[in-house]
């Protein structure tokens, strides 16, 4: 359970109190996740007191849970023994996604520090592609034999689980680390002793290559259900797995980049608040600059059209409503497509059938939003239906190219191996801003007969 104000406000307490074994004991029965939160409370100087205090075990716990910030105020004040004893702890996944957090200076003190193991483990991952499965995975699996019995199997587990990542999940390999096949611990509990692990595994193995990209394997976790998800290699060699701790956080992170992306803005890793103005604004620039170039095209168009406009003044007064009504019309067909891309539930070779239906939405939304309009203007400039039926039928067929727009470019995104997020809104209502206004002045050059 999380912490409660008057807890957190008893721990800040005793720190200042400098109470030091009744903190320890409160700490050693608190969560570690709530431990980290605290710490990155304190001052660098409590902070470390605080940290020292904890059981070798549980220290290695927090220290995984902490912002990459406060890890390195932790590094640089501690020595190198207890820096080893806290690489060592760490899961390999939590390592090396620290190391290429830190600076260069703080990981050479890292690597230095580590066992050779350690090291050369901590290398291997870091020479996988960034946001690939193998630079998430880790090495912490329990592996067994086929032919091991399932006494000898849970005798296996007891002397080598304590460490491991997860030992619900066993994977059956050869002296080669070939991936034979899964084996629960269920299934392990279910069967005599004397039962022989190729028995009784699932030979049916869900897998995934150490290249292949993590939102990939983020998709096939939900799409199986999945606790855990073992990485091969291209000769089927399992060398490490994916647990769903891991891709939470890649949910997360992938959830973010496209939000962002979505918002015209270039993605950034680091929270809002921790994230400098200057970065911020190096981030938002350029697409501001490619979003401001792209809407002078709609200028060209006013430009083009002016005689139009200038014969009758009044057609200016629908420009914003018109452009407003498309941008929204399109941002909630992409919305829903970008999603569904994201979920796999539509794929590029859907376009078609996804063409269809956002017709016949645009066609019931065009049909609604131009009527309403069109006898709300009717009412309001009475003497001018042709001006109003004008707009109604612009209205019309905005709705209905901004529908098609909105369905169309992210999947030609998707089909060109770009990110589907980039035809969100910004980029969306730019394009059906100008096809808008297109419609709308060719329109009313034919049937209000105007040059």
Known sequence: MELTNEERDDLHSLVERKQ???????????????????????SPESALVIFRLLPKDLSSEVFACMEIEQQQTIINSIEDRE???????????????????LPASVVKRILKAATPATRSLINQYLQYPENSAGSIMTAEYVALRPSMTVEESFDYIRKNGVDKETIYTCYVITPARKLLGVVTLKD??????????????????????TTDDQEE???????YDLLA????????????IVTVDDI??????EATEDFQKMAAMMPSEKSYLKTSVFTLARNRIPWLLILMLSSMVSGFILNHYEMTFA???????????????????????????????ALDEIEPGDILRVIWKELRVGMICG????????????????????????????????????????AILPILAKALHLDPALMASPMLTTIVDACSMVIYFTLASRLLHLR
């Open 229 to 240: 998800l073992p990485v091969v290699d291209r000769e089927n060699r399992l060398v490490g």
């Open 20 to 42: 030091f074994k009744q903190l320890k004991d409160k700490l050693c029965d608190m969560n570690e996740v709530d431990i980290a939160d605290l710490i990155s409370e304190l």
């Open 217 to 223: 394997v983020a998709s096939t976790f939900t799409k």
């Open 83 to 101: 820096l080893n004893q806290i690489i060592e702890d760490l899961a390999i996944d939590d390592a090396v996604d620290m190391v290429e957090e």
């Open 311 to 341: 014969a009758i003044p009044l057609l200016v007064t629908f420009i914003p409503t018109l452009m407003d009504t498309g941008g929204n019309s399109g941002s909630q067909a992409s919305t829903l497509i970008i999603r569904g891309l």
């Open 367 to 406: 049909v609604t939003l131009a009527g309403i309009n069109f006898v709300r203007l009717v009412i309001q400039y009475p003497g001018n239906v042709t001006i109003c039926a004008l707009v109604a039928v612009s209205m019309f067929l905005t709705i209905m190219l901004a529908k098609t727009l909105g």
């Open 188 to 209: 392990l509990l279910m069967n005599p002793y004397e039962t022989i692990v190729e028995d009784i595994m699932d030979d049916h193995v869900i897998s995934a290559l």
């Open 248 to 253: 939470v956080d890649v949910m997360e992170q």
